[in-house]
């Protein structure tokens, strides 16, 4: 199983909302319009939706 | 009658595709000199990932433009109210402050809540297109008004006002007039705008004006409001209208794809990436300038030149996706460039999705028979056209 890891430079996001177009289930975007990860990194380094999520 | 100016190259299309001369410059030089047709040299970008590099990165390829046409004698003061609010005049920072005061209203969350609005204006489009009854032009009928009525329902633009801004838009994004009509029309534009942007300022609406004046007003001057406004307007009719005008040609040629999109909801959002890849609106090049000397495909371009990325050439590049010359909506999906790529991102993007996802399918439900009216060849592509797109499209059904 390979394993993937994603983080969100929320400084250099420009808000085009492509991240939420391209992948609904990992990313939104805060009222600002600016990236939300809905997926965090657990103890082992890969991303999972927050607990109160899953 | 003065005669048309010769198209640039890298505006020359054969219907929907690019010239043969600039599929074969993507695929042995990559990068070649082209004249822009404003008076300058610039080295024209034509593959995917060059294009890419150029517009995903604005410390060397700058938009803030150095250059100057030699027959722009405006005074520098001039100049700087010419391009107050207009954020692609703008690198970061200067541009970053401007785009994060409109991205909460363009977010994907932010139009949801415009689609029953949007499915209402464009229900009663379909009506008015029944009850005027056939032959029409689409056009004129559907794909202008319906981006033009959201797009001033959204900013605060008086809808009853459209013939006069419309014209002058559409004149404003031909290549052809002269530099002298290109000034008088910017003039007019601007003066328009900054009557909107006062009656704001004195009586803040729930609009987007309303909205930047009551949350920036501090913040932005009432020219920046004005280019804001004159941009976003512009922006939000030409290119939505020619992607429904060119969209509806090119699934009208494609019948088995066209009724894809009619008879499964599930095939719309692929066909509008499709769509947007393959008809390639946006054809004028995008212009930057370099800031200090860059390779792009092998070659070396010094600072303070002009790079003109081709969209056409790097949304039909095999390197994009494999028979690239070829339209299948069932495979669309965004990575595509149409609406370029990096801090310029089209702003609207999210609204004009949204506008493609309602318009088309319920333009092919309420006439399931939808078909020319005209010969196909008879149907005439705007040339000479910033924002790519066909003058007329008659439609019967």
Same mark, same amino acid.
């Given at each position: 199983v390979s394993r993937m890891s994603i983080r969100a430079d929320r400084?250099?996001?420009i808000g085009a909302g492509m991240c939420v177009v391209a992948a609904p289930a990992v990313f939104d975007q805060d009222a600002d319009g600016l990236v939300l990860l809905l997926l965090v990194e657990d103890s082992e380094g890969s991303t999972r939706p927050p607990p109160a999520r899953r | 009658m003065t005669q048309a100016p010769a198209v640039p190259l890298h505006m020359r299309r054969d219907g929907f595709d690019p010239v043969e001369e600039m599929t074969r410059i993507r695929r042995d030089e990559g990068v070649s000199p082209v004249e822009t047709g404003f008076g300058a040299r610039a080295h024209l970008v034509t593959r995917y990932a060059d294009v890419r590099e150029v517009l995903g990165d604005a410390t060397r390829f700058s938009n803030a433009g150095a250059f100057r046409p030699p027959e722009d !004698? *405006? =005074? !520098?003061?001039?100049?700087?109210r010419d391009r107050a609010g207009m954020l692609l005049a703008f690198d970061p920072p200067e541009h970053t402050r401007l785009r994060r005061m409109l991205t909460p209203e363009f977010t994907v969350r932010r139009m949801r809540t415009?689609? &029953? *609005? $949007?499915?209402e204006i464009v229900a009663d489009h379909l009506d008015a297109l029944e009850r005027a009854g056939r032959p029409a032009n689409l056009v004129a009928q559907f794909a202008l008004p319906i981006p =033009?009525? +959201?797009?001033?329902?959204?900013?605060? +633009?008086?809808?009853?006002d459209r013939a006069e801004f419309q014209a002058r838009s559409g004149r404003l994004l031909d290549l052809s $007039?002269?530099?002298d009509?290109? /000034?008088? %029309?910017? /003039?007019e534009n601007q003066a328009y705008m900054d009557s909107l942007v006062a009656g704001a300022l004195a009586d803040p609406g729930e609009d987007m004006l309303g909205m930047l004046v009551r949350e920036h007003g501090a913040e932005l001057t009432a020219a920046e409001l004005s280019g804001i406004g004159s941009l976003l307007l512009i922006a939000g009719h030409e290119t939505t209208s020619n992607m429904l005008g060119l969209g509806t040609l090119a699934l009208l040629r494609h019948p088995d794809q066209l009724a894809a999109v009619r008879d499964d909801p599930a095939a719309v959002g692929p066909a509008v990436e499709e769509l947007l890849r393959w008809v390639s609106i946006v054809h004028t090049g995008v212009l930057r300038t370099t800031t200090t000397e860059v390779e792009i495909a092998g070659r070396r371009i010094g600072p303070g030149e002009l790079v003109l990325c081709a969209l &056409?050439?790097?949304n039909r590049d095999p390197a994009l996706i494999a028979d690239s010359e070829r339209l299948d909506v069932r495979r669309g999906a965004p990575g595509h460039p149409a609406f370029g790529h990096g801090v310029h991102h089209c702003l609207g993007a999210p609204l004009a999705r949204m506008e493609m996802r309602i318009a088309f399918?319920?333009? %092919?439900r309420r006439f399931p028979d939808l078909a020319l009216a005209v010969p196909a060849e008879d149907v005439a592509f705007r040339a000479y056209h910033f924002v790519y797109g066909v003058h007329a499209l008659p439609v019967t059904w």
């Amino acid at each position: 199983v390979s394993r993937m890891s994603i983080r969100a430079d929320r400084d250099v996001c420009i808000g085009a909302g492509m991240c939420v177009v391209a992948a609904p289930a990992v990313f939104d975007q805060d009222a600002d319009g600016l990236v939300l990860l809905l997926l965090v990194e657990d103890s082992e380094g890969s991303t999972r939706p927050p607990p109160a999520r899953r | 009658m003065t005669q048309a100016p010769a198209v640039p190259l890298h505006m020359r299309r054969d219907g929907f595709d690019p010239v043969e001369e600039m599929t074969r410059i993507r695929r042995d030089e990559g990068v070649s000199p082209v004249e822009t047709g404003f008076g300058a040299r610039a080295h024209l970008v034509t593959r995917y990932a060059d294009v890419r590099e150029v517009l995903g990165d604005a410390t060397r390829f700058s938009n803030a433009g150095a250059f100057r046409p030699p027959e722009d !004698d *405006r =005074s !520098d003061e001039q100049r700087e109210r010419d391009r107050a609010g207009m954020l692609l005049a703008f690198d970061p920072p200067e541009h970053t402050r401007l785009r994060r005061m409109l991205t909460p209203e363009f977010t994907v969350r932010r139009m949801r809540t415009l689609e &029953p *609005r $949007i499915a209402e204006i464009v229900a009663d489009h379909l009506d008015a297109l029944e009850r005027a009854g056939r032959p029409a032009n689409l056009v004129a009928q559907f794909a202008l008004p319906i981006p =033009s009525l +959201v797009i001033c329902e959204l900013l605060g +633009v008086p809808y009853a006002d459209r013939a006069e801004f419309q014209a002058r838009s559409g004149r404003l994004l031909d290549l052809s $007039i002269s530099m002298d009509e290109r /000034r008088e %029309l910017a /003039r007019e534009n601007q003066a328009y705008m900054d009557s909107l942007v006062a009656g704001a300022l004195a009586d803040p609406g729930e609009d987007m004006l309303g909205m930047l004046v009551r949350e920036h007003g501090a913040e932005l001057t009432a020219a920046e409001l004005s280019g804001i406004g004159s941009l976003l307007l512009i922006a939000g009719h030409e290119t939505t209208s020619n992607m429904l005008g060119l969209g509806t040609l090119a699934l009208l040629r494609h019948p088995d794809q066209l009724a894809a999109v009619r008879d499964d909801p599930a095939a719309v959002g692929p066909a509008v990436e499709e769509l947007l890849r393959w008809v390639s609106i946006v054809h004028t090049g995008v212009l930057r300038t370099t800031t200090t000397e860059v390779e792009i495909a092998g070659r070396r371009i010094g600072p303070g030149e002009l790079v003109l990325c081709a969209l &056409p050439t790097a949304n039909r590049d095999p390197a994009l996706i494999a028979d690239s010359e070829r339209l299948d909506v069932r495979r669309g999906a965004p990575g595509h460039p149409a609406f370029g790529h990096g801090v310029h991102h089209c702003l609207g993007a999210p609204l004009a999705r949204m506008e493609m996802r309602i318009a088309f399918p319920a333009l %092919l439900r309420r006439f399931p028979d939808l078909a020319l009216a005209v010969p196909a060849e008879d149907v005439a592509f705007r040339a000479y056209h910033f924002v790519y797109g066909v003058h007329a499209l008659p439609v019967t059904w």
